[in-house]
């Protein structure tokens, strides 16, 4: 049983551009969450995904969006990227009213 | 609003010993708590959670933590530390329910070491 998928698992950019990440949630799991983790520190919470629609959204601006397909798996756009977006871009999967979040392997991006 | 702080950003413990991990959390609702533990280059992997119920809970090896809603804590525990235990380890808060349960507040982490 595959858990949560991402991909890729390491991405250089550079300031300005745009990145897209992509997200495989755990077989059974409908609910898909985003959380960027800076070097040193806990992950932060920046939205959630269930049935296509955004449900939740943490304190980051418009330049993160999202996207959930019919399939459950889920993208993360970063427009207009900052030195300060470099991170390790945490996946998280569950199922309403189900378990608890589990996390994929994260995707590491480099800003330069 | 929700918020977590771990007592400690690097423990270290001796081969055997007990560990000892704190964590305090604020919530003005009634919280589900949560112990992750991350490995270098992994993402972060469910140790134990509190929902509601009993408040020990017993979690993947040989961890424990207990819910004290007085002391607004949630330490985790394990008896006898294993050199397989150095890891970062993560306390986090959610609401209870619904959506709420995907958006997870997380503390700053804790190194711990485990010397042999």
């Known amino acids: 049983d595959a858990g949560v998928t991402q991909s890729p698992t390491h991405l250089i950019k550079t300031r300005g551009q745009q990145v897209t990440l992509r997200c495989s949630p755990k077989?059974?799991?409908?609910?898909v969450s985003w959380y960027q983790q800076a070097l040193g520190q806990g992950p932060q919470f920046i939205f959630q995904?269930?049935?296509?629609?955004?449900?939740q959204r943490g304190n980051f601006p418009d330049r993160f969006s999202g996207h959930q397909f019919p399939n459950y798996s889920s993208e993360l756009n970063v427009n207009a990227l900052l030195l300060g977006d470099s991170a390790l871009y945490l996946c998280?999967?569950?199922?309403?009213?189900?378990?608890?979040?589990?996390f994929g392997n994260g995707t590491r991006l480099t800003v330069t | 609003a929700q918020s977590v702080t771990q007592l400690g950003s690097h423990v270290s413990v001796s081969e055997g010993a007990l560990v000892l991990l704190r964590c305090n959390y604020s919530?003005?609702?009634?919280?589900?708590l949560f112990w992750y533990v991350q490995y270098p280059n992994q993402g972060l992997q469910l140790l134990l959670k509190?929902?509601?119920?009993?408040?020990l809970v017993k979690g993947i090896n040989g961890f424990e933590a207990e819910f004290k809603k007085s002391e607004t804590s949630f330490h985790l525990t394990k008896p006898s530390a294993h050199m397989s235990d150095a890891a970062e380890y993560f306390c986090?808060?959610?609401?209870?329910?619904?959506?709420?349960?995907?958006?997870?507040?997380f503390g700053q982490g804790t190194i711990l070491t485990v010397h042999p």
């Open positions: 998280a999967s569950r199922k309403v009213g189900g378990s608890p979040l589990h």
């Open positions: 509190y929902t509601t119920g009993a408040t």
């Open positions: 077989s059974g799991h409908d609910t």
């Open positions: 986090a808060v959610s609401a209870a329910g619904g959506t709420s349960y995907g958006k997870l507040t």
């Open positions: 995904y269930y049935e296509e629609e955004e449900r």
């Open positions: 919530s003005s609702v009634p919280p589900y």
